[in-house]
C-alpha cells in the first residue's frame, strides 16, 4: 500500500480527510476479458462493478489512476434528477418518458446511499438534505415546480420561504429554496476510491497508468491497444469522460470541457455557526456556487468555471471574494486547498448513456451532476450488456452531437460570462427591489404613526371600481359607434 502521489493528493477535503491506496499496476501483458472499461472515474468503476457482480470478467484501463479528475475532486452532493430543468426534460421527450428518466436518476441516487452504508463503504461522512436557493424573487414560479416534482416525479421536496432560506443562510443574496430532504452528501474522494475497492474485490482488475490509444471496435471481439499491451473484450464500455482522445476522438468532440474550481476553507470557528447552520449542500438556481460545510467548520466552496484550463492555486482569491460577497458577516476567510476537475458537458445537458454499435457502448458528459447520473449509467448498462435490458434506449433521443471545438469553448465561455453577468444583474435588481418595497413599507407605517399622532385619519384610496364592459374609463375614445 502507498500514500497518495503529490498530485493525487491535491484533492477535496485533503485538510479534512486521508486516504491510503493500493499500489498502481499498469497492463504489461495481453489479456482477453468479457468486458473492458475505459476509464476509472465514477461512471467506469461503477459499470465495472456492477458487470463484476453479475459475473462478467471485467478489465478496466485508466490512463492515469482512479479518481484522477473531477471523480476525485468534487463536493460530493447526490442530488435527483439531471443537469437540466425537469421541463426541460419533458419538452424534449414527452411527459412518460422525462418520468421513466427521472426515476431512472433516482435509482442512481439511491444506489449511491447503499453504497455509502457503513458496511459498505465506511467513512463517507455522510449529511443529509440539499438546499436549491434562488438568486431572485420567483416564489410563483417555485409552487408549480414542487406540485410536479412532488406529485407527478415522485421526488420530496419542501418550498422554504425568504425568510426560512435567510435564517438558515445569515445573508440576504438568497430568496425562497427548494430543499430536498431525500438529497445527501458524502466524501467524495472517498467514495470513489471505495468503488475501485468494492470492484477489485469483486474480481475487477483495474490497471492505472494505461491509457488506450486505439480501439478496433469493428468485430465481435474488439481489440484495445495500450502502450505496452493489447486487450480483447466482447463489449467495450467508453467512460472517459472528456480525457478520450483519440481513442475516441469522434466522441471526446460531443463534449465541451468545463474546469470548475473548488476550495476548503481554514477552520472558521463559531463564525461558521453564526451565519450557517445547514449541514446539507447549498446550490443557487443559477448553478453559479455551490458550497457546504466540511470537517465541523470548514466550508467547501465550488464557485467559478472556465472552459480553459487554469491553476486552481490561481482561483483560490476568486473564491474568497465570492465567500465574501455571500456571506460578508463571516470576515477575512483563509483558504487552505484549492482544487479543480474537468466536467464533459453536452450541447443538451444529458448525458451520453447507450450502446453507439453493437459492443460498444458510452458513459460520459455527467455534467456538473456526475453522482447520481453516473451511478444510473452504471448499472444500466451493466444490465444492458449482461441482461438484455433496454431502458438505455431513453436516451437516444440526446444523440451525439458535436459541441464545437475550440469555436465551442470560445462560445461556451463568453455565454456562460454572458449568463454570470446576467444572473448577477438579477439578482441585484431583485435585491433592489425588495429593499424598495422594505423603504416604502416604513415610509407608509411612520406616515401613519404620524398621522394617529395627529389624531387624523390615515386618508384611504377610493376603492377600486372595475370598469364597465363598455365604460370607457373616461381617458380613452368616449365617441360611441
Ligand atoms: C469541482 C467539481 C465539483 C463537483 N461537484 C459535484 C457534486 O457535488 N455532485 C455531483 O453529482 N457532481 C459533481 N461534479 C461532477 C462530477 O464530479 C462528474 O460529473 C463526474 O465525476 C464525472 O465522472 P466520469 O467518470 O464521467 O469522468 P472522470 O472523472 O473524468 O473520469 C474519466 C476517467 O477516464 C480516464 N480516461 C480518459 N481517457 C482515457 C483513455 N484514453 N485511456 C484510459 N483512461 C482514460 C481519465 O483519466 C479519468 O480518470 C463536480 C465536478 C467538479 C469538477
Not at 485533503?14 to 461512471?43: E, H, I, K, M
Not at 438534505?129 to 434562488?134: D, K, N, P, R, T
Not at 424573487?137 to 421536496?157: H, P
Request: charged share 20%; with cysteine; aromatic share 6%.
Amino acid at each position: 500500500m502507498m500514500s497518495e502521489s503529490a498530485d493525487a493528493a491535491n484533492g477535496p477535503g485533503d485538510t479534512v480527510s486521508t486516504v491510503t491506496l493500493p499500489d498502481r499496476v499498469r497492463l504489461t501483458f495481453d489479456l482477453d476479458v468479457d468486458v473492458c472499461v475505459v476509464g476509472a472515474g465514477l461512471a467506469g468503476v461503477t459499470v465495472a462493478l456492477e458487470a463484476a457482480r453479475m459475473g462478467a470478467s471485467v478489465a478496466v484501463l485508466e490512463g492515469r489512476y482512479v479518481g484522477w479528475n473531477a471523480s476525485g475532486h468534487h463536493l460530493g452532493t447526490v442530488m435527483p434528477g439531471y443537469g437540466i430543468p425537469v421541463g426541460d426534460l419533458i419538452a424534449r421527450v414527452g411527459f412518460d418518458d422525462a418520468r421513466e428518466l427521472w426515476s431512472l436518476s433516482n435509482q442512481g441516487a439511491d444506489y449511491v446511499r447503499a453504497q455509502a452504508a457503513d458496511d459498505i463503504i465506511p467513512g463517507l461522512a455522510l449529511t443529509n438534505g440539499a438546499l436549491e436557493v434562488s438568486n431572485v424573487d420567483a416564489g410563483d414560479k417555485l409552487i408549480s415546480r414542487l406540485q410536479m416534482l412532488g406529485e407527478d416525479f415522485a421526488t420530496e421536496v419542501e418550498g422554504w420561504q425568504a425568510d426560512r432560506v435567510r435564517v438558515t443562510l445569515r445573508t440576504d443574496r438568497y430568496f425562497h429554496g427548494v430543499h430536498y430532504p431525500r438529497a445527501f452528501q458524502i466524501d467524495g474522494r472517498k467514495y470513489v476510491y471505495g468503488l475501485a475497492d468494492l470492484a477489485r474485490k469483486a474480481g475487477v482488475r483495474i490497471f492505472e497508468e494505461t491509457p488506450v490509444v486505439s480501439i478496433d471496435a469493428s468485430g465481435v471481439r474488439k481489440r484495445i491497444v495500450t502502450p505496452q499491451a493489447r486487450l480483447r473484450a466482447a463489449h467495450v464500455v467508453l467512460a472517459g469522460n472528456i480525457h478520450l482522445g483519440e481513442a475516441s476522438r469522434r466522441l471526446s468532440d460531443t463534449l465541451l470541457p468545463v474546469w470548475r474550481y473548488a476550495a476548503v476553507t481554514a477552520p472558521l470557528g463559531d463564525r461558521l455557526a453564526e451565519i450557517m447552520t445547514f449541514q446539507g449542500s447549498v446550490t443557487d438556481s443559477d448553478g453559479i456556487d455551490h458550497f457546504r460545510i466540511v470537517g465541523g467548520d470548514r466550508l467547501m466552496w465550488s464557485s467559478p468555471e472556465t472552459t480553459w484550463a487554469g491553476q486552481p492555486r490561481r482561483r483560490a482569491g476568486a473564491i474568497r471574494r465570492r465567500i465574501r460577497t455571500i456571506f460578508p458577516k463571516l470576515g477575512k476567510v483563509e483558504i487552505a486547498d484549492v482544487f479543480s476537475g474537468v466536467i464533459g458537458q453536452t450541447v443538451h445537458g444529458m448525458p451520453q448513456v447507450g450502446q453507439l454499435r453493437p459492443g460498444l457502448w458510452v458513459a460520459s458528459g455527467f455534467g456538473r451532476q456526475g453522482l447520481n447520473t453516473s451511478a444510473m449509467a452504471g448499472q444500466l448498462i451493466a444490465r444492458s450488456i449482461l441482461c438484455g435490458d433496454d431502458r438505455w434506449k431513453l436516451f437516444s433521443p440526446f444523440e451525439l452531437v458535436w459541441a464545437g471545438g475550440t469555436t465551442g469553448r470560445v462560445a461556451g465561455y463568453a455565454i456562460g460570462m454572458a449568463e454570470r453577468a446576467g444572473s448577477a444583474a438579477a439578482g441585484t435588481l431583485a435585491r433592489y427591489r425588495e429593499r424598495a418595497r422594505g423603504r416604502e413599507r416604513t415610509r407608509e407605517a411612520r406616515l401613519a404613526a404620524a398621522n394617529r399622532q395627529a389624531g387624523t385619519r390615515v386618508p384611504q384610496r377610493p376603492p377600486y371600481r372595475a370598469p364597465a364592459p363598455n365604460d370607457s374609463g373616461g381617458t380613452a375614445d368616449t365617441s360611441s359607434p
